[in-house]
């Protein structure tokens, strides 16, 4: 080859172009958990009733026609909970925290757990019936995940404990462009609405009160640098460029 410094130049470009940016301190997930091998949550994962909630609230007893008066079915607007559940009556949760309960009438459940409802209503139904089971749901429970992930979208959930790291799982992971260190967990509570920046990428966030979600939390991934900067301009750029580099190098290697 008559100038072999102009090769290897071409060849050092070409490795500079095909090599990842990126760096394991920006993608992987819990970097430093091998120095927080013992956790200990302080903070629960029973989520609070909130305003709009769904419910179904179902009474058993010893004998089930004393119930009836508590278990109406739903007349119009069927919420099918199950194959076999059709036509329970559900119960929303109005803007002052009240649901509209058969027999006993309005009863100020937002703010409570699911244990803690379940223990002022069985208190209330005892006042007519002997030893009465209440089995309570939240039916509209969801999560929405937003921003750059696989799969964005609101996800209703069966179970009511579900985590963070669960939530992105349930939307296809991040893609290669989400920002693992500033993932947006937005809530409301009592109201007010509450905007969190939570990092993944260290293993301290499984201690904090947004490992946990409760219901209709938002989450959104947001960009990172790549993906932002690829906007403004062409994104087959690079690709067309590494295109160029392998075919200038297969020209410089067939005139050698």
Do not use: H
């Amino acid at each position: 080859m008559k100038n072999p410094k102009y090769f290897n130049f071409c060849l050092f470009i070409i490795l500079i172009l095909l090599q990842s940016c990126g760096s394991r301190k920006d993608i992987a997930y819990l970097q430093d958990v091998d120095n927080n091998k013992n956790t200990d949550n302080k903070y629960s994962y029973e989520p609070l009733l909130k305003n709009d909630d769904l419910l179904s609230i179902i009474v058993s007893a010893d004998d089930p026609e004393i119930t009836y008066p508590f278990n109406i079915p739903q007349i119009q607007g069927n919420y099918k909970v199950s194959s076999d559940q059709d036509g329970i009556k559900t119960y929303l949760i109005d803007s002052y925290g009240f649901i509209e309960y058969p027999v006993i009438g309005k009863i100020q459940l937002a703010g409570l757990t699911r244990k803690e409802a379940i223990e002022k209503l069985t208190e209330k139904v005892k006042e007519y019936i002997t030893n009465p089971t209440i089995n309570l749901r939240i039916l509209n429970y969801k999560i929405s995940v937003l921003g750059e992930v696989k799969s964005p979208g609101s996800y209703p959930l069966e179970s009511e404990r579900i985590t963070l790291l669960e939530a992105l799982s349930k939307a296809g992971d991040l893609t290669i462009y989400g920002r693992r260190n500033n993932i947006l967990v937005i809530r409301e509570k009592n109201g007010i609405k509450s905007f969190n920046r939570i990092d993944i990428t260290k293993s301290d966030f499984i201690n904090s009160e947004y490992y946990f979600l409760t219901q209709n939390d938002v989450i959104v991934v947001e960009q990172n640098k790549t993906k932002v900067n690829s906007s403004a301009f062409n994104p087959y750029i690079p690709t067309i460029i590494s295109a160029t580099s392998v075919l200038i190098s297969i020209l410089i290697l067939l005139t050698r």
